[in-house]
């Protein structure tokens, strides 16, 4: 099969690469790289923090006339992410790290001194124990103290593990256990009772409120549409009348009460007067009827006398037969007894 990207290239038989121009370029151009920073920076000029493994589009030149060991040193520029101001730092092959230059200070810097101050006492040290064996002598007693103090310390955090050692693990976990079970349960023990609670004041609640519905429902039973009298009425409207412009005090209780009895004896008298006036009415009807029975017996008692004695009787007969339906027992004895004396 043949390939898909062809890299081999032609070349003619009469190719003379020397006859290629070749392009001057000059030593310190720049090439733009895209890389993170090497360490934590911090701006110099807004305050900007510049952290490590941050990404940049960086320019990159080689340094002129700095060599270590006949390697190149590069310079590195790029722009802080917040005022685009212009921060340098170029590679340090000594120290296989970077070193900044410009724009910016570096963040942790203390380690790194601690670190070269370490190396450098360890540098003059090894110095002095070539040129003096008195100072080897000196190291070396110094050395075997700090390992007696090293191990002294040693000894006693292994004393202190054993008398940890000595407590029982499983007991202090089985006590824990069981408070905690102890815990949960007094909590469900808590929410049983809130709960219990919660539902009682619900049916109190329901109870009163059904309480009130079949009262309600009792009194529409106990007092249908009733026939409402005058008097009742002008009654309840003083009452409210009194109720409204009362206060809460006993004076004007007294005077509710006092109120009422006094229309409740205002309605009696009003009935009593209303009997006697009924009274009178059947008197009245009564006389008028005795004085009609009277009128009838006398012309009763005339026609006897008539020369046509044959129809007296029938006359008085069908006188007082068309009045029977409305007159009383006392008045037909009178008819009857007026008509035996006049017989």
């Not at 970077?98 to 090894?126: D, M």
């Not at 040693?154 to 202090?172: I, P, T, Y």
């Not at 609670?197 to 109190?204: D, G």
């Given at each position: 099969m043949s390939e898909r990207k062809v890299l081999n290239k032609y070349y003619p038989p009469d190719f003379d690469p020397s006859k290629i121009p070749k392009l001057k370029l000059p030593k310190d151009r720049q090439y733009v790289v895209r890389l993170m920073a090497p360490f934590n920076m911090r701006c110099k000029t807004c305050g900007e923090y510049?952290?490590?493994?941050?990404?940049?589009?960086?320019?990159?030149?080689?340094?002129?006339?700095?060599?270590?060991?006949?390697?190149?040193?590069?310079?590195?520029?790029?722009?802080?992410?917040?005022?685009?101001?212009?921060?340098?730092?170029?590679?340090?092959?000594?120290?296989?790290?970077?070193?900044?230059?410009?724009?910016?200070?570096?963040?942790?810097?203390?380690?790194?001194?601690?670190?070269?101050?370490?190396?450098?006492?360890?540098?003059?040290?090894?110095?002095?124990?070539l040129n003096n064996p008195m100072k080897v002598l000196e190291n070396r007693t110094k050395d075997s103290k700090l390992e007696m103090e090293?191990?002294?310390?040693?000894?006693?955090?292994?004393?202190?593990?054993?008398?940890?050692?000595?407590?029982?693990?499983?007991?202090?976990?089985?006590?824990?256990?069981?408070?905690?079970?102890?815990?949960k349960k007094r909590q469900e023990d808590e929410d049983e009772m809130e709960m219990s609670?919660?539902?009682?004041?619900?049916?109190?609640t329901k109870q009163l409120n059904d309480s009130d519905s079949d009262e309600d429902s009792h009194q529409a039973k106990q007092n249908p549409t009733c026939k409402i009298n005058q008097t009742d009425i002008l009654v309840e409207h003083l009452n409210t009348q009194n109720i409204?412009?009362?206060?809460?005090?006993?004076?004007?209780?007294?005077?509710?009460?006092?109120?009422?009895?006094?229309?409740?004896?205002?309605?009696?008298?009003?009935?009593?007067?209303?009997?006697?006036?009924?009274?009178?009415?059947?008197?009245?009807?009564?006389?008028s009827k005795r004085a009609h029975y009277n009128k009838a017996a006398n012309c009763g008692t005339a026609s006897t006398h008539s020369p046509h004695g044959g129809s007296g009787r029938g006359s008085e007969s069908n006188q007082t037969v068309p009045s029977k339906s409305g007159t009383s027992s006392l008045a037909l004895l009178s008819t009857y007894s007026d008509s035996e004396e006049s017989e």
């Open positions: 510049i952290y490590k493994g941050k990404k940049f589009n960086a320019r990159k030149e080689t340094v002129q006339n700095e060599l270590y060991l006949g390697l190149p040193i590069f310079r590195f520029y790029i722009k802080c992410t917040r005022c685009l101001a212009e921060i340098t730092f170029k590679t340090d092959p000594e120290n296989t790290d970077y070193a900044i230059e410009l724009g910016a200070t570096r963040n942790f810097q203390a380690e790194k001194l601690i670190e070269q101050e370490e190396i450098r006492f360890q540098k003059e040290r090894e110095e002095e124990e090293v191990l002294e310390n040693l000894q006693e955090l292994k004393e202190l593990n054993q008398r940890q050692a000595n407590v029982d693990f499983e007991s202090m976990l089985d006590r824990y256990r069981e408070t905690e079970e102890e815990i609670v919660m539902l009682a004041e619900a049916q109190k409204k412009t009362s206060s809460d005090t006993r004076e004007s209780s007294k005077t509710i009460l006092n109120s009422r009895q006094r229309m409740s004896q205002l309605v009696r008298k009003r009935e009593c007067s209303q009997n006697r006036e009924d009274a009178k009415n059947n008197t009245e009807e009564s006389q």
